[in-house]
């Protein structure tokens, strides 16, 4: 057939941005077409401890959420879903941040990390995969994909079992994503509490 007139020349730069640290939506500008989404997934939450009073199996800490970042293609004028990952409680997983179109489709996820393994009794995460503590995964066709840090035991000089790191972002107080540290407690350590994982974040350009 014959070839259609021109389209309008574009900026040839980006020309809008915005963060999400709340699920929310966003609507395509338009003359845009493509966005580039960058998402980090919940980090799980840490394990309880096992043994008698001074918690002598410690729980494991929990997981970090996953990165994935992609330009996608959007079209003008619709509206697109963005659901932030929420940190896993104790003996919780954390959940994935996804960017969703109007019918509900996933365009890019960054899963959220698995829960610290629970010293004082077994769950399916202690016998299959996910296992326990494992990082969160991202989408297999992100161009960018990194899965999330793996929660870890205690540690004999700090008396603390980790969660996987989380991801320091420009302006945040804190770092994002992160998984929760899990409980221990020995004759030689104080309490350490169990604690939820961190939330997950978005970021759009376009």
Do not use: M
Request: with cysteine; aromatic share 8%.
């Amino acid at each position: 057939g014959p070839i259609g007139p021109t389209g309008n020349t574009g900026t040839g730069v980006l020309n809008g941005v915005q963060d999400f640290t709340a699920s929310g939506t966003w609507t395509a500008p338009s003359g845009v077409t493509r966005v580039i989404v960058a998402l980090w997934g919940g980090g799980g939450g840490g394990g309880q401890c096992g043994g008698d009073i001074f918690c002598d199996t410690p729980g494991q800490g929990g997981g970090s959420g996953a990165y994935a970042s992609s330009v996608l293609t959007v079209t003008p004028g619709s509206t697109y879903t963005v659901t932030i990952g929420a940190g896993g409680a104790s003996e919780f997983d954390g959940t994935s941040t996804q960017l969703t179109d109007i019918s509900n489709t996933i365009l890019l996820q960054a899963g959220g990390g698995v829960q610290g393994y629970d010293a004082g009794s077994s769950k399916t995460c202690t016998f299959f995969s996910p296992f326990c503590g494992s990082g969160g995964t991202p989408s297999s066709g992100a161009q960018i994909g990194h899965a999330g840090a793996a929660g870890v035991g205690p540690s004999s000089d700090t008396c603390l079992a980790s969660g996987g790191a989380g991801y320091p972002i420009q302006g945040f107080p804190t770092t994002l994503g992160g998984g929760g540290s899990g409980v221990y407690s020995t004759s030689d350590c104080s309490v350490h509490p169990s604690t939820t994982g961190q939330n997950g974040y978005a970021l759009l350009t376009w």
